[in-house]
């Protein structure tokens, strides 16, 4: 997949000349006309794995990077997060600053995680015992946060330690 890249040419000025964004839709729509039928007036950008994709002189941009470049005047490459986990969310009020440690932290549990919880993994030691092994990763280091005997202990560990660590966006689920 093609990387999504704001590079220096671009500014928040030449963005809205060719874009108008509203901070409470989140829908951005277009100032300029286009040769493929685009007029002026008509909302900008197209489904594109959740996220919305705004083409701009052929090559795509995402909208919620696009967003923060044009409230800001400042560009965030994968530092913009989506607070209620909805891609294609771009109001203003939806979209925050990120670390990728913090925006990593705001996912829902991983579809494959058979658990179903968030943080937590089965594990069978040597003598045959399951224990539920509870980790963290916070910052590109993985923290262990012990061995349970339960599901809901070891999420009680993630849980607690994800509050610590991952504040304001720390999920849970």
Same mark, same amino acid.
């Given at each position: 997949?093609?990387?999504? %890249?704001l590079?220096?040419?671009?500014?928040?000025? %030449?963005l809205?000349? $060719? !874009?108008?964004?509203?901070? #409470?839709?989140?829908?951005?729509?277009?100032? $300029?006309?286009?040769?493929?039928?685009?007029k002026i007036?008509?909302a900008?950008?197209?489904?594109? #794995?959740?996220?919305? *994709?705004i083409h701009?002189?052929?090559?795509g941009?995402?909208? +919620?990077i696009?967003?923060?470049?044009?409230?800001?005047?400042?560009?965030?490459?994968?530092?913009?997060?989506? +607070?209620? !986990?909805? *891609?294609?969310n771009?109001?203003w009020?939806?979209l *925050?600053? /990120?670390t $990728?440690?913090?925006?990593?932290a705001?996912? *829902?549990?991983?579809?494959k995680?058979k658990?179903?919880t968030?943080?937590?993994?089965? #594990?069978?030691?040597?003598?045959?015992t #399951? %224990?539920?092994?509870a980790? !963290?990763?916070h910052?590109?280091?993985?923290?262990?946060?012990?061995y349970?005997?339960?599901?809901?202990? /070891?999420?009680?560990?993630?849980?607690?330690a994800?509050?610590?660590?991952?504040?304001?966006?720390?999920?849970?689920?």
């Amino acid at each position: 997949m093609q990387k999504f %890249r704001l590079d220096a040419p671009w500014s928040q000025d %030449r963005l809205k000349e $060719i !874009l108008s964004y509203d901070p #409470v839709t989140g829908i951005f729509r277009w100032k $300029i006309s286009h040769s493929n039928g685009v007029k002026i007036g008509d909302a900008a950008g197209t489904p594109c #794995v959740g996220y919305v *994709r705004i083409h701009i002189d052929r090559r795509g941009f995402l909208a +919620h990077i696009l967003a923060w470049l044009y409230m800001t005047g400042k560009v965030r490459i994968r530092g913009v997060d989506h +607070h209620d !986990l909805n *891609r294609s969310n771009n109001k203003w009020s939806n979209l *925050r600053a /990120a670390t $990728i440690s913090q925006n990593h932290a705001n996912k *829902r549990v991983l579809e494959k995680n058979k658990l179903k919880t968030k943080g937590v993994v089965k #594990v069978i030691t040597k003598k045959g015992t #399951v %224990r539920y092994r509870a980790t !963290l990763t916070h910052k590109e280091k993985q923290y262990h946060l012990g061995y349970f005997s339960t599901v809901g202990d /070891a999420h009680l560990a993630y849980v607690a330690a994800a509050k610590k660590f991952h504040g304001e966006f720390a999920r849970f689920e």
